[in-house]
């Protein structure tokens, strides 16, 4: 095996681990571990899609918490207020589709359910029993949630198109932030601070492998995280190795030539927002439905940093080495909880993780500014290069007329 | 609200004819030939505020736009959303009751001023770094922090001015310690994207400072005691004082305006610093090596000036700023190691607003947003929406300012190294 097929090697075998582990992993932690790895997974989403649109794009952009939380509350909007019933409830504003009634429930915002109840609620009691109403399907939401997540993007990516740098973090920033102030301001809508419940990823548990799961197993979502995190990556991974990807890292290093050159801008500015905001909104979206809450307080900066964070150690400009980044990161960030005394003193590490944690994001930045992770994979794939055009300049400098 | 299909529908033919007006005055310029930074910005406040009526002649003649024809248009288009507003909602205390008004005014001018002279360090280190720091609400934080510890803990009933003075101080050392620190490659040309890396690299140094004051000072809320006293006041008459009142807590002018004590002397000490602040800058030589890298990099070390000097300067004197504007208003908000985030979203946006660089846009930006935040939680007819929206306001100025007129209001257009490009 050649040094560069390693990291193939090495990915595969992650990859493999990563898939075989829930069945082979039998401690008395299994849910915890699970749950970390699904949470994991989430942050390698988020990670390697801003590492693609602030790394190979060059538009550092601190609203991708946004698009998350455009997912995830679209998602949720259309669990909690859409519902199919096949007779009409006479309270709601409703409509006849296909011999089921799409009944859209009234806004009531948080009140105590025993004094108002939204309109559903209350005919559900006049029924009392006797009629069965289904709430809409869990993919449908999340496909929404990550169109929606798409349109955000277009809308972002049109506005920004004039902007750079500073006034493009600025910009992403000031919408993350009206996004979170909406959400949490417009209480008989969002619920505000009290959030939104969903319903669970497979409400009705599913059967795999032979073996049924219950809805509050962690197999099923686990996998449903790792095959997005899998398909984004290859997503990502095809259109870097395309002409995409030639296009997208010519913006970043001058738009104006790239421009000159012939590269439409506008055109593939717009796509990688687009694209990127998809996969965060569609990650929010299946985050959402596994934590089964939504509270705008998910979109905070500090959520952002986190991310950010991860991508930078990483190394923000290889996807994978971001959502490498983001996966070991998080898990140490889990294991790093457990707080200890040194002498008279109680460190509490719930705290000082995310001290040592910011420490370790200005240092990789000062002294490792392709991050941690992705120095390594470019030793194994590209350690030869360096040799090859050495070898080169040395034998153009030998049949040359002689060293100058 | 009491007819609000007047006020949303006004609002929608405003936005309407804003857009219309901007593209349309844009492509009108485009097509003679002339400069269209500023057409846009001119279209749409025209268009919001006479609708076709100014767009017609505008697009028409394509005057040259100055700066006569940026503020009237702009004024025009606020006073018609207020009549509109007042139209709709006849029994808002915004519109019937003229001493909340003043007051409102008043407090929103004050914070206004507190706002600007914080942004003020953001636009120092932005003149001369070229880097939006992100770390500026922490060493607000930091000055408060300091502050609060001095006097109310490790040395109780210390002079506040001392304690003061030593916040400052820490925060402009450890300003200079950092940018020696991390800064400095970017000004050798050893990245390749200075500006993202100072955001990152700022951004780091927030978080770091953040959770370290949370894991040393606790996350309990704190507040310092009052600095100073107000004198006891009562003009012109003992009797009547309708003209001042004063208890130690706070003041009240005409009977109807009551400004608290510490709101207050941080405005004044905000005053009296941005003074000195304009001294220094225009009247010492290293005020004006200051302003001279921030023109031209090339030009001021050619003449002799240090620009890396310049920059940890320029660094450490904007966190000072910063945790000045903390520790005055330390005595009047709870104090929290979160506490920064919302005054630093605030400081961009005065940054942008008020434009590249500019020290007087800092201060007018400031009282701008100062003022739009008093209105926007004075008057929207639900209060708690109101106090949930109030980070909203500020980047709703940011994001009109950066889709209208990108270069704020005293912006500079072009400026040495990546300060001209946005």
Redesign the interface.
């Known amino acids: 095996m050649t040094r560069e097929r390693i990291p193939q090697a090495a990915g595969l075998a992650l990859v493999l681990g990563f898939a075989i582990f829930p069945f082979v992993y039998t401690a008395n932690d299994y849910p915890y571990i699970m749950h970390t790895l699904i949470a994991c997974f989430f942050y390698a989403i988020l990670a390697s899609s801003w590492s693609m649109l602030s790394g190979y794009a060059g538009q550092f952009s601190f609203g991708h918490m946004g698009f998350t939380g455009v997912g995830a509350y679209t998602a949720a909007l259309f669990s909690h207020y859409f519902y199919l019933s096949p007779v009409p409830t006479g309270f709601c504003t409703e409509f006849l589709i296909g011999g089921q009634y799409l009944v859209i429930v009234d806004a009531i915002g948080v009140t105590s359910s025993t004094l108002t109840q939204d309109c559903l609620r209350k005919a559900l009691a006049v029924w009392d029993g006797s009629v069965q109403i289904t709430p809409m399907p869990v993919w449908l939401g999340i496909t929404l949630g990550t169109l929606m997540g798409g349109l955000f993007g277009l809308l972002i990516g049109l506005l920004v198109l004039p902007l750079r740098a500073a006034y493009l973090a600025l910009f992403t920033l000031g919408f993350s932030e009206i996004l979170r102030a909406a959400l949490s301001a417009e209480i008989s809508i969002t619920r505000g601070q009290a959030g939104i419940e969903l319903p669970y990823l497979f409400d009705a548990g599913i059967t795999l492998f032979g073996r049924h799961f219950d809805k509050t197993d962690k197999l099923p979502p686990y996998f449903v995280m790792l095959f997005l995190l899998l398909f984004c990556l290859a997503i990502m991974l095809w259109l870097a190795k395309s002409k995409f990807g030639l296009f997208v890292r010519a913006l970043r290093e001058d738009q104006d030539a790239a421009a000159a050159l012939g590269v439409n801008t506008t055109r593939y500015k717009i796509l990688v927002f687009v694209l990127t905001s998809m996969m965060a909104a569609a990650a929010g979206a299946v985050m959402a439905h596994y934590i089964r809450i939504i509270t705008p307080n998910n979109l905070m900066i500090l959520q952002m940093s986190l991310v950010v964070a991860m991508a930078v150690i990483g190394g923000v400009e290889n996807v994978v080495a971001a959502a490498i980044g983001a996966i070991l990161i998080n898990f140490a960030l889990e294991l790093l909880r457990n707080s200890f005394e040194i002498g008279p003193f109680t460190i509490d590490m719930t705290i000082w993780r995310l001290v040592v944690f910011g420490a370790l994001l200005m240092v990789t930045l000062r002294f490792a500014r392709n991050g941690l992770i992705s120095p390594i994979i470019d030793y194994f794939t590209r350690g030869h290069v360096a040799k090859e055009t050495v070898a080169k300049r040395v034998a153009g400098s030998e049949t040359a007329e002689g060293p100058p | 609200m009491e007819f609000p299909h007047i006020f949303w529908w006004t609002f929608a033919w405003m936005i309407f004819w804003a857009v219309t007006g901007s593209i349309a005055t844009r492509r009108a310029y485009l097509r003679r030939d002339l400069d269209t930074s500023n057409a846009p910005f001119v279209g749409a406040m025209l268009g919001a505020s006479t609708g076709p009526l100014g767009l017609v002649p505008l697009c028409l003649n394509t005057p040259t736009l100055t700066t006569r024809f940026m503020v009237a248009p702009a004024l025009a288009s606020v006073a018609v959303l207020m009549i509109a507003f007042g139209f709709a909602d006849p029994d808002n205390f915004c519109v019937s009751n003229g001493s909340f008004v003043a007051s409102q005014i008043v407090n929103g001018l004050i914070i206004g001023i507190i706002y600007g002279f914080m942004a003020l360090g953001l636009t120092l280190i932005?003149s001369i770094l070229g880097?939006?720091s992100f770390a500026h609400g922490e060493f607000y934080m930091i000055g408060g922090m300091i502050t609060y510890f001095l006097t109310a803990v490790w040395f109780p009933g210390m002079n506040p001015v001392i304690a003061i003075s030593i916040a400052c101080l820490s925060a402009f050392v450890l300003g200079a310690a950092f940018e020696r620190?991390?800064l400095t490659?970017m000004y050798e040309g050893k990245?390749?994207?200075p500006?993202?890396?100072g955001?990152?690299?700022t951004?780091?140094?927030?978080?770091?400072?953040?959770?370290?004051v949370?894991?040393t000072a606790g996350a309990n809320p704190l507040k310092a005691s009052r600095y100073f006293d107000f004198p006891r006041i009562r003009l012109p008459t003992s009797a009547d004082p309708w003209l001042i009142k004063t208890s130690r807590g706070n003041m009240e002018l005409f009977d109807t305006v009551s400004i608290s004590n510490p709101r207050f002397t941080a405005a004044v000490m905000c005053i009296i610093v941005f003074g000195a602040l304009m001294f220094f800058l225009h009247r010492t030589w290293t005020g004006k090596a200051l302003r001279a890298v921030s023109q031209d990099r090339e030009a001021a070390a050619i003449a002799g000036i240090n620009p890396d000097r310049m920059n940890m300067l320029a660094f450490a004197l904007g966190g000072m700023i910063a945790a000045l504007a903390g520790a005055m208003l330390v005595q009047a908000f709870s104090w929290l190691p979160q506490v920064g985030?919302i005054p630093a979203?605030r400081s961009?946006?005065i940054l942008?607003l008020g434009g590249l660089g500019s020290i007087p846009g800092a201060f007018v930006g400031g009282v701008i947003v100062g003022l739009f935040e008093a209105a926007g939680t004075g008057c929207l007819p639900d209060a708690?929406?109101a106090a949930?929206?109030?980070?909203?306001y500020g980047?709703?100025i940011?994001?009109l300012t950066?889709?209208l007129r990108?270069t704020g209001l005293f912006g500079r257009r072009f400026a040495s190294g990546?300060h001209g490009?946005?």
């Open positions: 932005f880097v939006v620190l991390f490659p990245v390749d994207r500006v993202e890396y955001i990152l690299v951004f780091g140094l927030a978080f770091t400072i953040q959770y370290f949370q894991a985030a979203l961009f946006v942008v708690q929406k949930s929206y109030i980070p909203a980047m709703i940011l994001t950066l889709l990108p990546a490009k946005f």
